[in-house]
């Protein structure tokens, strides 16, 4: 498992034709992607499996914990990704509530993230 940022903060000012915004790059992929969003309420769960395809989490809302194939838990929250490789078992849960984009591809590429 591996924790990312995508904070205004690590991102990059983008002024090219008259614009001002900061980008955080997420990704790239040359297959198949699927995009989904992940809505978990108070005491909610993603229950503990292995990931199909290389797998990247965005939390956009709110916090939770995250873990890989050991017991120890990592706290995330708004503006941090985590990606687990395919056949990794992993968990998401959340005391607060939380909300999520999902990336699932064979080809996820994270190289433009910025880790924890």
């Not at 591996?2 to 690590?10: L, S």
């Not at 990704?81 to 998401?92: D, K």
Request: glycine share 8%; charged share 25%; with cysteine.
């Amino acid at each position: 498992m591996q924790i990312y940022q995508f904070k205004k903060e690590v991102g990059k000012e983008i002024t090219k034709f008259d614009s001002n915004f900061v980008m955080s790059r997420i990704m790239q992929t040359e297959k198949v992607t699927y995009i989904g969003c992940i809505h978990l309420d108070k005491d909610g769960v993603v229950g503990y499996h292995q990931a199909v395809v290389p797998q990247l989490l965005l939390i956009v809302e709110g916090e939770g914990l995250v873990r890989g194939e050991t017991d120890d838990y990592i706290k995330v929250q708004c503006g941090e990704a985590v990606f687990w490789n395919q056949g990794e078992w992993h968990e998401t849960k959340t005391n607060k509530g939380l909300t999520a984009i999902v990336i699932e591809s064979e080809s996820l590429d994270t190289s433009a993230l910025v880790s924890v």
